[in-house]
């Protein structure tokens, strides 16, 4: 079945360290999102591509990056920069930009993030 | 900007009750506007979308008609269920081609819990 896997489910960072959330999709979407969950403020868009090479920022960008070297895959690293990482990490994808059902996410089952 | 408003919750009704849950917004021009629902531990999964006014999308018993004049898309079921207690999220994406296409705004999720 097609579908969108994030690991790892429960992730636990030290301040200071770096930590890297893994998004692969198997739907040949062509864009991919990061959302950040955390409660009573519904979902905030971090980082998005569009097309393989190429993410632009979202609403709260800063303290994360991301890549898209491939298609099927879609890394979120939160680095020492973020200050409040601790929260829920949901990754989905379209079928890409500009083309009937391009606004219909998927979503993974997330990964919940806590910094101790 | 575009923004998304949702009822306060949580709301907790006893099986077979009816259901309300109020989402208005604000956007420039005529968005598509969706329903996604989340279970415990798990993503978002779509509901039910309306892509232009008066369209009424409908899933699994649950309805909700895109009103233009009142800015609103109510979600609705005449008959709620123990299985229907999870979070649910309002959304809506631009109409505007571009990249923009793909970006939802949501609400702040409301929590439903339904008592045999």
């Known amino acids: 079945d097609g579908g969108i896997t994030q690991s790892p489910k429960y992730l636990f960072r030290k301040e200071g360290q770096n930590v890297t959330l893994s998004c692969e999709q198997n739907l040949n979407h062509d864009a991919m999102y990061w959302y950040r969950q955390d409660p009573g403020q519904g979902l905030r868009l971090i980082y998005y591509?569009?097309?393989?090479?190429?993410?632009q920022k979202g609403d709260i960008a800063e303290g994360y990056s991301v890549s898209r070297e491939k298609k099927e895959s879609f890394p979120l690293t939160v680095t020492s920069a973020q200050k409040n990482p601790t929260a829920f990490y949901l990754c989905?994808?379209?079928?890409?930009?500009?083309?009937?059902?391009?606004?219909?996410?998927?979503f993974g089952a997330g990964s919940r993030l806590t910094v101790l | 900007g575009d923004s998304v408003t949702q009822m306060e919750g949580p709301v907790t009704l006893s099986e077979e009750a009816f259901l309300t849950i109020n989402c208005t917004y604000t956007a420039t021009g005529y968005p598509s506007l969706f329903w996604y629902v989340q279970y415990p531990g798990e993503g978002l999964q779509l509901l039910l979308k309306a892509t232009k006014a008066d369209d009424k999308g409908s899933n699994k018993g649950f309805e909700a008609t895109y009103r233009k004049e009142t800015t609103s898309f109510h979600l609705e079921k005449g008959s709620v269920q123990v299985s229907d207690s999870a979070v649910y999220f309002c959304a809506l994406s631009p109409r505007a081609g571009g990249t923009s296409y793909g970006k939802l705004t949501f609400g702040q999720g409301t929590i439903l819990t339904v008592h045999p």
């Open positions: 989905a994808s379209s079928i890409g930009p500009q083309v009937p059902g391009a606004n219909v996410l998927t």
């Open positions: 591509s569009q097309i393989v090479n190429d993410f």
